[in-house]
Structures are given as structure tokens and as C-alpha cells.
């Protein structure tokens, strides 16, 4: 066996390994030392029309079970990496939300957690998440690696605030927001493509350049009068009839705003052109062989360029959810870490539009988890919590990637020879 082969096979020893290891932090800590208080699970809040019962159960029993059910699903992911077998993506996926699942029952020992607010919010902030995703996989399926996407949300949410309140529409604010956020991709594509720059240098310049100009507009001008320039409001919430009143699944996907239905539709729509049509096929072959793919007679700087300017408008999507999808108006620096955490998320979904999306969900997950935690769990120290999405970003992509491959071709420059 050779040494490159060696390496592969060991690495791929590190899900199986994490999968343990928070298995039995689950088990002691959650469940043999964990409390004894009950724990009850709100399925339906009281507006609800169809009301589900309660779920109550012995915090600590919680633990115990979950643990015990995690660690036979890290012997399962050992079994199929001594078969030489490659563990789904969705066996990930799923351990993390059992594991989270143990962890709100701990932090929740005596009090109530309202799982479908939950749901919903984590639905809601993983949003700019997902579409900024869907911007890394649209760069980098066709071979550019996409740095800059904390930049184009950050841009994004900047216009689409001050644009909705300038003009008192949110559509054009989106429509601003997606377009500015597309010529910022542009100039990533243009250096990466034109000139062959480094991409990740540019995308550092870009994402420095982008909190430079957003501070500078938002301290020197946005301040000066706030209700003039940056008091968009919220997109409305929208209830369709009769799937809204569905328990749990009503309230999470079908009473929500337009930005999140977009968010959905364009995974689906982004996934059926990557792997069911010409057009995605041709974007993937610029990725993995952009010499075969020229010898065919496709054109790889273009399809480059448009495929990471149309990944901007995504994001720049993204960046509406931000301010005009949830908070309401714009902050310094609100992107907050959101579009590296987009690229984990790519990685962690082997740069596939719906595996990244159920990796988004989960780190969505782990924020509204460290918004709820502050509540029921007062005693555990707030910057403990904050760090809460940045260890789930680590643990993740090292833990649970596996033997993801990148595109043949991403990062490096094609020249025409």
C-alpha cells in the first residue's frame, strides 16, 4: 500500500474517532452526571390550532440514552471504515442532532423547550448561511475558491437595508443587495480568471475591503440619522392556509418569510442544474478538468466568471436575510463570521447542495442554541456560549469530512495553452 493510500485510509479514522469521543462526553457528562430534573419538550405553542402533548423526560435519562444510541452510531461509522466504505454524509448529520437534542435536554433540566420556536428560528438564522453556501458551491464547482463570501454578505445586508429604507421598498432593497453582491463576486472572478491572481488573497482583500466600507458608510453617514437610512423593517411573515396549522412542520416552514422559501427553492433549483442538466454538467467538468473541458469546446474562463458572479447574487440574497429577514436594520460588522462559516459548510457538505444545506441547518441549530441557552441556563458564562457555532464549525470539518474531495481543479488557474 502506498504512503498517499496509507494517509487516506488513516484519515479517515477521524469521523469514527470524534463520533466516540462526543459520544462519551454525551453519556458522562449529559447523562450518569447529568441532572435529574425533567426536561419537557413543547412540540406545539399555545396559538396552535392542532396541539400536540408534551414530552417529558429525566434530563439525565436523556443523556444515557442519547449517548448510548450515539456510540453505537461511532461503531457503526468505524465498521464501515474497516470496510473501506464511505459513511454518508447524513450519518453526520444525524449524530450531530441527536447530540444537540442531549445537549438542549441538559441545559433545559426543569424548564420547557418549545421545539418548534426552536426549529424555526434555527431555520430562519441559518438562512444567510445556506444561500451563502450555495455560493461557495456554485465557485467552486467550477474550480475558484469563493473566500469572499462574508464580504458579499456584509455588503448585502448593508444595501439592502439602507436601500428598502431609502426607497420604502424591500424588494428593490433585495434586488440591490443581490446585484451589489454580484459585481463583488465579479471582482473576485475577474482577478481569479483575468489575471490569475491568488483567490484566497483576493478574497481576504475583498472581505477586509468590504468591512472597511461598511464601517466607513455606517459611522460617517448611516449614524447620523438612523430612521432616514437604516430602518427597513422586517419582510413579512406569510401563513398559507392550512400547511401553517400542520404541527411542528407548519410553523417552521410554511409561516415564514419570502427570504427562507427562496433560500429552499434555490438549493432545489441549484441542485437539479448541477447534476440533471448540460449546463451543470458542463460547470463541473471546468472543475475537475478544465483542459478536457476546453478540448471539448466549452469555455472555461466564461463559464468560470458567471458561475461565481451568479454564487454573488446568492449571497448578496443572503445578506437581505440578514437585515430585511430577521434583525431588522443594519450593524457593524453583522456578518459576524456567517460566510466562513458558509465555507465549513461547503466542505462539511462535500460542495453539494443538499448536504450543505442540512450542515447549514445544523449550525443554525447550534445559534439560536446559544441565544435560547442565555435564558434557561443563566449560570453557564455567556462567552462560553458564544463560542458555541465556532466549535461545532471546527469539530465538524474536522471531525466529520472524512475523505471529502474537492473539485480536481479548485483553486488553480487555467491557462489556455
Known amino acids: 500500500m502506498s504512503t498517499e493510500t496509507k494517509k487516506e485510509t488513516r484519515e479517515s479514522w477521524k469521523t469514527p474517532t470524534v463520533m466516540g469521543s462526543l459520544a462519551a462526553v454525551v453519556l458522562v457528562f449529559f447523562g450518569i452526571l447529568g441532572k435529574?430534573?425533567?426536561?419537557?419538550?413543547?412540540?406545539?405553542?399555545?396559538?396552535?390550532?392542532?396541539?400536540?402533548?408534551?414530552?417529558?423526560?429525566?434530563?439525565?435519562?436523556?443523556?444515557?440514552?442519547?449517548?448510548?444510541?450515539?456510540?453505537?452510531?461511532?461503531?457503526?461509522?468505524?465498521?464501515?471504515?474497516?470496510?473501506?466504505?464511505?459513511?454518508?454524509?447524513?450519518?453526520?448529520?444525524?449524530?450531530?442532532?441527536?447530540?444537540?437534542?442531549?445537549?438542549?435536554?441538559?441545559?433545559?433540566?426543569?424548564?420547557?423547550?418549545?421545539?418548534?420556536?426552536?426549529?424555526?428560528?434555527?431555520?430562519?438564522?441559518?438562512?444567510?448561511?445556506?444561500?451563502?453556501?450555495?455560493?461557495?458551491?456554485?465557485?467552486?464547482?467550477?474550480?475558484?475558491?469563493?473566500?469572499?463570501?462574508?464580504?458579499?454578505?456584509?455588503?448585502?445586508?448593508?444595501?439592502?437595508?439602507?436601500?428598502?429604507?431609502?426607497?420604502?421598498?424591500?424588494?428593490?432593497?433585495?434586488?440591490?443587495?443581490?446585484?451589489?453582491?454580484?459585481?463583488?463576486?465579479?471582482?473576485?472572478?475577474?482577478?481569479?480568471?483575468?489575471?490569475?491572481?491568488?483567490?484566497?488573497?483576493?478574497?481576504?482583500?475583498?472581505?477586509?475591503?468590504?468591512?472597511?466600507?461598511?464601517?466607513?458608510?455606517?459611522?460617517?453617514?448611516?449614524?447620523?440619522?438612523?430612521?432616514?437610512?437604516?430602518?427597513?423593517?422586517?419582510?413579512?411573515?406569510?401563513?398559507?392556509?392550512?400547511?401553517?396549522d400542520i404541527p411542528i412542520i407548519g410553523p417552521v416552514l410554511f409561516q415564514n418569510r419570502i427570504t427562507v422559501w427562496l433560500a429552499i427553492a434555490i438549493v432545489i433549483v441549484l441542485w437539479f442544474v448541477l447534476f440533471k442538466t448540460k449546463l451543470g454538467l458542463r460547470a463541473r467538468a471546468v472543475g475537475e478538468n478544465p483542459l478536457a473541458a476546453d478540448t471539448v469546446g466549452i469555455n472555461v474562463g466564461r463559464t468560470r466568471f458567471w458561475w461565481v458572479t451568479l454564487g454573488g447574487l446568492l449571497a448578496g440574497l443572503g445578506g437581505a436575510a440578514l437585515t430585511i429577514g430577521s434583525s431588522g436594520s443594519f450593524g457593524r460588522e453583522m456578518s459576524g463570521g456567517l460566510g466562513f462559516i458558509a465555507l465549513a459548510v461547503v466542505i462539511l457538505g462535500r460542495w453539494h447542495p443538499g448536504y450543505a444545506t442540512a450542515a447549514a441547518l445544523l449550525f443554525g441549530f447550534s445559534i439560536i442554541l446559544r441565544i435560547w441557552a442565555n435564558q434557561v441556563s443563566p449560570g453557564i458564562p455567556t462567552n462560553f456560549i458564544t463560542m458555541v457555532p465556532y466549535i461545532v464549525t471546527i469539530i465538524a470539518v474536522v471531525g466529520f469530512v472524512g475523505r471529502s474531495r474537492p473539485p480536481a481543479a479548485d483553486g488553480i488557474p487555467y491557462v489556455k495553452g
Open 36 to 244: 435529574p430534573e425533567t426536561v419537557s419538550f413543547e412540540l406545539t405553542g399555545v396559538r396552535e390550532t392542532v396541539q400536540l402533548p408534551n414530552i417529558d423526560v429525566a434530563s439525565n435519562i436523556l443523556g444515557i440514552a442519547s449517548g448510548i444510541l450515539l456510540l453505537a452510531m461511532a461503531g457503526f461509522a468505524a465498521l464501515q471504515v474497516a470496510r473501506n466504505v464511505r459513511s454518508s454524509i447524513w450519518l453526520s448529520v444525524v449524530f450531530g442532532a441527536i447530540a444537540l437534542v442531549a445537549l438542549l435536554g441538559w441545559l433545559a433540566g426543569g424548564a420547557v423547550v418549545p421545539v418548534a420556536f426552536i426549529l424555526g428560528s434555527a431555520l430562519v438564522l441559518a438562512v444567510p448561511i445556506i444561500l451563502g453556501a450555495m455560493a461557495g458551491v456554485m465557485s467552486e464547482r467550477v474550480g475558484v475558491v469563493n473566500i469572499a463570501i462574508e464580504g458579499q454578505l456584509l455588503t448585502g445586508a448593508f444595501m439592502a437595508s439602507v436601500v428598502s429604507t431609502l426607497t420604502g421598498n424591500q424588494i428593490i432593497g433585495i434586488i440591490s443587495a443581490m446585484i451589489t453582491a454580484a459585481l463583488f463576486s465579479a471582482v473576485l472572478a475577474v482577478f481569479a480568471i483575468r489575471f490569475l491572481a491568488q483567490q484566497i488573497i483576493v478574497g481576504v482583500v475583498l472581505n477586509v475591503l468590504a468591512i472597511g466600507i461598511t464601517n466607513f458608510l455606517y459611522q460617517q453617514w448611516v449614524t447620523e440619522d438612523e430612521s432616514a437610512t437604516n430602518s427597513p423593517g422586517t419582510l413579512p411573515i406569510i401563513h398559507i392556509p392550512f400547511l401553517g
